[in-house]
């Protein structure tokens, strides 16, 4: 059952639009091989139906493209409708026709079912299930996709430090302006998110490593793993760390691509 303003998922009406009451996040901007980015939107389960309608990474001089690491931990608050998880994501900037450019989510693992299953149906975001730990939102977030229940056990970490970098005073806002594909066709996310508690290093403050055997076992992961490596990541500077202690926000339902 559905209406333009709900949708069941899970047996729970969910009625947009969705807030995000309490959750904090860290994150990293790239540069990343623009030749890459296009082969993984083309090979991509959801992603593929945007390479079909003329999607192309933005391409800077050099073949980079810009791509995102982020981190976030959503609090486990009355109001957070899609429950206490975390969510590690990769993303993008495309130009689609038509369109203009946007930013595509192409890989969103998250710790909790629910989260993945609103994620899936309301949206069209790419979510797994995959563990991971950290504490996004703080200076230093040490945060790991891929097996965390025991010391020294293969994964991908990520480390974004902002404690050397430029604190945001006050309240910011910020808008999500993505490209997703949900039911076989490309889809309109936008949201409004509010951040405070914030820090930005400029070219510095991230690293990215992957341990030998991170993916063995889950496939997931292991596509995981070749993204980040076929992109370069593992061996770039990060062209910005950020961190926000404090992040809310509201998704509307999608729109379709006219």
């Given at each position: 059952?559905?209406?333009?303003?709900?949708?069941?998922?899970?047996?729970?009406?969910?009625?947009?639009?969705?807030?995000?009451?309490?959750?904090?996040?860290?994150?990293?901007?790239?540069?990343?091989?623009?030749?890459?980015?296009?082969?993984?939107?083309?090979?991509?389960?959801?992603?593929?139906?945007?390479?079909?309608?003329?999607?192309?990474?933005?391409?800077l001089p050099g073949g980079r493209t810009p791509v995102v690491v982020i981190h976030v931990r959503y609090h486990d608050v009355p109001g957070n409708?899609?429950?206490?998880?975390?969510?590690?994501?990769?993303?993008?900037?495309?130009?689609?026709?038509?369109?203009?450019?946007?930013?595509?989510?192409?890989?969103?693992?998250?710790?909790?079912?629910?989260?993945?299953?609103?994620?899936?149906?309301?949206?069209?975001?790419?979510?797994?299930?995959?563990?991971?730990?950290?504490?996004?939102?703080?200076?230093?977030?040490?945060?790991?996709?891929?097996?965390?229940?025991?010391?020294?056990?293969?994964?991908?970490?990520?480390?974004?430090?902002?404690?050397?970098?430029?604190?945001?005073?006050?309240?910011?806002?910020?808008?999500?302006?993505?490209?997703?594909?949900?039911?076989?066709?490309?889809?309109?996310?936008?949201?409004?998110?509010?951040?405070?508690?914030?820090?930005?290093?400029?070219?510095?403050?991230?690293?990215?490593?992957?341990?030998?055997?991170?993916?063995?076992?889950?496939?997931?992961?292991?596509?995981?793993?070749?993204?980040?490596?076929?992109?370069?990541l593992t061996r770039a500077r990060a062209l910005a760390t950020f961190s926000f202690e404090n992040f809310t926000a509201e998704f509307p339902a999608?729109?379709?691509?006219?």
């Amino acid at each position: 059952m559905s209406s333009s303003t709900s949708q069941v998922v899970a047996g729970r009406a969910i009625t947009f639009p969705v807030p995000v009451v309490s959750a904090s996040i860290s994150g990293a901007a790239f540069l990343g091989k623009a030749s890459v980015a296009r082969r993984l939107i083309a090979g991509g389960a959801q992603s593929a139906v945007l390479d079909a309608a003329g999607a192309e990474p933005v391409a800077l001089p050099g073949g980079r493209t810009p791509v995102v690491v982020i981190h976030v931990r959503y609090h486990d608050v009355p109001g957070n409708v899609l429950g206490a998880y975390h969510e590690v994501g990769l993303a993008f900037q495309v130009k689609v026709p038509g369109v203009g450019t946007r930013v595509h989510i192409h890989e969103l693992p998250v710790d909790q079912d629910f989260t993945l299953a609103a994620g899936n149906e309301l949206w069209g975001f790419p979510k797994w299930k995959g563990d991971m730990v950290g504490t996004a939102g703080g200076a230093l977030d040490d945060a790991r996709l891929g097996a965390v229940g025991s010391g020294g056990a293969p994964g991908i970490d990520i480390r974004l430090d902002t404690r050397r970098g430029v604190p945001l005073p006050g309240n910011q806002s910020i808008g999500m302006n993505c490209i997703q594909v949900l039911g076989g066709e490309p889809v309109l996310v936008g949201a409004q998110a509010k951040v405070a508690g914030g820090r930005i290093r400029p070219a510095g403050g991230a690293t990215i490593s992957v341990a030998e055997g991170a993916g063995d076992g889950d496939t997931h992961v292991a596509r995981f793993v070749e993204a980040v490596r076929e992109l370069g990541l593992t061996r770039a500077r990060a062209l910005a760390t950020f961190s926000f202690e404090n992040f809310t926000a509201e998704f509307p339902a999608p729109a379709p691509v006219s």
